[in-house]
């Protein structure tokens, strides 16, 4: 099984959940896609560096440990290709 660091920037934009709430929710979708979640953390919502929309200047970050199989990585962004929520998505091994 290989490690992963998984990093999510989240548009909350029109959410009436709670960030803990679609951190939790993005964490169950990791695990249908067969990842292992052995730590969250929610890094809460930072400014970007350079917006390319004016309409969404800031994210919520969250960082996952995860683990599973060589091909997770291509699974978890093939689950999360049309997730409105997820913005941007980076998988690394670790």
Same mark, same amino acid.
């Given at each position: 099984?290989?490690?992963? /660091?998984?990093? %999510?920037?989240?548009?909350?934009?029109? #959410?009436? !959940? $709670?960030?803990?709430?679609?951190?939790?929710?993005?964490?169950?979708?990791?695990?249908?896609?067969?990842?292992?979640?052995?730590?969250?953390?929610?890094?809460? /919502?930072?400014? %970007?560096?350079?917006?390319?929309?004016? #309409?969404? !200047? $800031?994210?919520?970050?969250?960082?996952?440990?995860?683990?599973?199989?060589?091909?997770?990585?291509?699974?978890?962004?093939?689950?999360?290709?049309?997730?409105?929520?997820?913005?941007?998505?980076?998988?690394?091994?670790?």
């Amino acid at each position: 099984m290989a490690k992963y /660091k998984a990093t %999510f920037i989240l548009d909350t934009r029109g #959410r009436e !959940e $709670s960030i803990d709430d679609l951190v939790e929710g993005l964490k169950d979708e990791l695990v249908e896609a067969g990842a292992e979640v052995s730590d969250t953390e929610n890094l809460g /919502k930072q400014d %970007f560096a350079r917006a390319a929309d004016r #309409r969404y !200047e $800031s994210g919520v970050y969250a960082h996952y440990r995860i683990s599973g199989g060589s091909d997770l990585p291509e699974k978890i962004l093939e689950k999360l290709h049309l997730n409105k929520l997820v913005s941007h998505k980076m998988i690394q091994r670790v």
